[in-house]
């Protein structure tokens, strides 16, 4: 054989190697969208518990005692914070590239109904407030 | 004249080396693609069935069309995390059907596996027919001339 030449046997087995690894790659750009999508399940999530934990601080120190949160980096999406008071829980729902994600959670502490809108890294607070009328401490969020 | 044939000689040991190359591909690599073509079906149904278990053990709902066909299952979950994971897999082929056994380990008594299964098991069907190069047809899965069934199971 000449220097410089490629055996016929050599070819083959690159061949075999080639379909191999295309569909390695195949699988792996596949895996790629999914990954983005849990990337923002997983902030969703932390940031809903994230809320259920600071209420429930919140309602612990008592009345006017707010804490400042900040939104989650959802790369250029908004989330909406809804605290429904008449069922107790707290809805956490992000819009990312036109795709919703949301997140029902129960509250330990009584909630009012309060909601917010958020862009990305947007500041709000969640304020335990107290209603005179009723004489009762409830948790709420706003901007 | 000595020369030449002797030249033409090597010619034909060449050619019938190379025959015996060519022989060897044509046996070889039908097999190696079958062989490629039932890894990679479990490969996807392996990544396929454990994000479904993740999906359902994250409990963030999304109208994403790929996952929102788990959602009736997570509402019944209603807010548990059921811890759900892949357990094993089994594989039987029977001429042109590829069977794919899933099985899903989760610690709770209280959920309902039936639903569970049935969710995942479309979840998978309807995965796999997006963004993998299995196609639908009638409700089944074909890769190429190859039939394959999902049987997911849910068990404690």
Redesign the interface.
Known sequence: MKKGQLSLDLLFAVLLIIVTITNITYLATSEITHAESFDTFTKVKLFSSTLVDHSAKVYAIGEGYKIREVAPDLNGGTIRIIFDGTTNRIIVNATVNDRSFWITKNSTVPLCNSTVNLNSNEEFWIVAYYNTTEGMLYVKVEK | MLRSKNKAQTALEMMFI?GI??I??ALVVPS??EE?KLT?VV??IR?SAS?AC??LN???????P??SVLNPALERLN?LNPNLRVLRLGTSQINNTIIITVVLTTPYSAIDNETLASAVESFIVHDLST???LALSNGTLVYGDTIVNIIVRVER
Do not use: E, P, Q
């Open positions: 190379a190359i060519l060897g591909i190696y693609f490629n990679s490969t996807y990544t994000r993740d999906y994250m409990g963030v709902f999304s109208n994403d790929r996952y807010g963004t993998t190069n």
